[in-house]
């Protein structure tokens, strides 16, 4: 447990000290919370202004839930005698909670080594970091994001759950602005700097793809000589990242070793995927070689599609910069499961329908990787396969473009059924109908009840569905509720918090 007390987090943050709160008032950084719903007995609420919502209007229900003190930009009375809350009042919220995130960090490496892995990407993030968490657990103690929590808030709250024998600290870094993931790097000084690749995800905030590049590779320059940069070969934009890292570099890759070693310059590390091939389950397998050695370690992964190759890699090759053995680092992959959800999250219904749930990210990238997935799962036929897909959010001018074009992929991998949900979305159906598409095998609806009603009545034994859309779209909730037998669907669905929890939306 680490712990400060109010006039300690006052002096780190420029804080002043409301009238009403004790200096010695001690709170436990992981109780740290930034929605009144999670405080607790000993816990600090972090009180912020959001676009839709203030957290200053929660603070009452936080201190009533057992908070002994808020973070906050401004005093709030409470009460009509303008008796003020007990609070530690900053300019920012949010960066404060990053500087007291940088001292936890300070005081666990001045007690104990601890390696601080950063991965970051357009797609893929989350699934890595489950997987070398896996790795990783059973070698000491491990730390990593709960769900996706990898922006200003998330990794503050990601750090605050380490301890003085914390051993391995795992950060999700997201980005949707220049800057962004500098800022995170100087925060918890990153170790090893996973890159997975550069997508289209958020290319309307960042203007291009090369603009998402130099943002992402924020991460490959904010290492220290001592550290090393882990980037994925096979995607150019990420290669190329090698020649703004002063660290050492270890490229994993599932290219052709020979076109592999032509395209190095030598001196770098490599970790190497051959034969990489999916079985009649979907899962991808390969042989996986480690940088120095020859010798071939059999992946078998329990993952969902062929695009988690990249993931696999990137989990072997940050273990094995750890000093993990590959025998370890092997037998973890191989009985990894999907561990968060929304993430080609499969369902075997009673009745025989499949349902896989990939409605947590999207972007063109992915809707195409897992509309593959869904095609060779089908088996030329065998099942009748459904695409139930919703929005991609963030793609700027493009968004129409993309979407159409989705819509024709889906209609050249064969797709059985392709049902559209969202007004966003509707360009997938027009696309899908211009590539081909007739009668009622692409069909769109303006919201998931619509599509759900369709679903209800016409899946039969042996079909897969595959939902997927941005989360804001919401589809994985469609998901959730297919993917229970008939006539036991729930009649409402709620809400399961899967990123960053506060009380601004």
């Known amino acids: ?183 995170l790097s100087s925060m918890v000084r990153p170790d090893l700097g996973v890159v997975l690749c550069v997508g289209s ?63 190095t310059e030598g001196g770098q590390d490599f970790l190497q995927a051959r034969n990489v091939q999916t079985n009649a389950d979907g899962q991808p397998e390969f042989d996986l070689i480690f940088p120095g050695s020859t010798q071939p370690w059999q992946v078998r992964s329990k993952l969902l599609g062929l695009h988690h190759v990249t993931n696999l890699l990137a989990a072997a090759s940050a273990a094995h910069a750890l000093g993990i053995g590959p025998a370890d680092i092997v037998s973890s992959l191989n009985v990894q499961k999907a561990a968060s959800r929304y993430r080609m999250e499969r369902t075997d219904r009673s009745d025989g329908v499949s349902i896989i749930n990939d409605a947590y990210n999207a972007n063109p990238e992915s809707m195409r990787a897992a509309l593959r997935t869904l095609a060779e799962l089908g088996g030329s036929g065998a099942r009748r396969t459904w695409a139930v897909l919703g929005e991609m959010l963030e793609l700027g001018n493009d968004s129409v473009l993309e979407h159409d074009a989705v819509g024709r992929v889906a209609v050249r991998l064969n797709i059985s059924r392709l049902l559209v949900v969202g007004t966003g979305a509707r360009a997938m159906h027009v696309g899908a109908v211009m590539e081909g598409s007739w009668g009622n095998e692409s069909m769109f609806f303006d919201d998931a009840d619509a599509a759900y009603q369709v679903l209800e009545a016409e899946l039969e034994p042996g079909d897969i569905v595959l939902v997927k859309s941005s989360n804001g779209s919401g589809l994985r909730f469609l998901g959730d509720r297919i993917a229970l037998p008939s006539g036991n669907g729930p009649t409402e669905i709620s809400d399961i918090t899967t990123g960053e929890r506060t009380d601004q939306p």
């Open 1 to 183: 447990m680490i712990e400060f007390s109010a006039a300690h987090i006052a002096a780190l943050t420029n804080g002043t000290l409301s009238a009403t709160l004790d200096p010695n008032t001690s709170v436990d950084v992981a109780k740290i919370v930034t929605d009144s719903r999670d405080a607790v007995p000993g816990s600090m609420y972090v009180a912020k202004a959001g676009e839709n919502s203030d957290g200053h209007d929660f603070i009452g229900a936080a201190l009533a839930a057992g908070a002994v003190a808020v973070l906050a930009e401004r005093q709030v009375a409470s009460d009509d005698a303008g008796t003020p809350f007990p609070a530690v009042i900053v300019a920012d919220a949010v960066l404060a909670m990053g500087v007291l995130a940088a001292e936890v960090l300070r005081r666990i490496r001045a007690h104990s080594p601890v390696s601080v892995i950063g991965i970051t990407g357009s797609a893929g993030k989350t699934t890595t970091k489950d997987l070398l968490s896996g790795i990783l657990s059973p070698q000491g103690e491990t730390v990593a994001p709960v769900g996706s929590y990898n922006g200003e808030v998330g990794v503050p709250l990601t750090v605050f759950r380490a301890v003085e024998s914390t051993r391995y600290l795992i950060i999700e870094m997201g980005a949707t602005k220049m800057g962004q993931i500098s800022y």
């Open 201 to 263: 995800a958020h290319a309307g905030e960042f203007g291009s793809i090369d603009n998402i590049a130099v943002a992402k590779g924020e991460l490959v320059e904010s290492l220290a000589p001592a550290g090393r940069a882990l980037l994925n070969f096979d995607d150019q934009r990420v290669r190329a990242m090698a020649q703004r890292s002063t660290a050492p570099i270890t490229f994993f890759s599932s290219a052709d070793a020979a076109v592999a070693e032509e395209t």
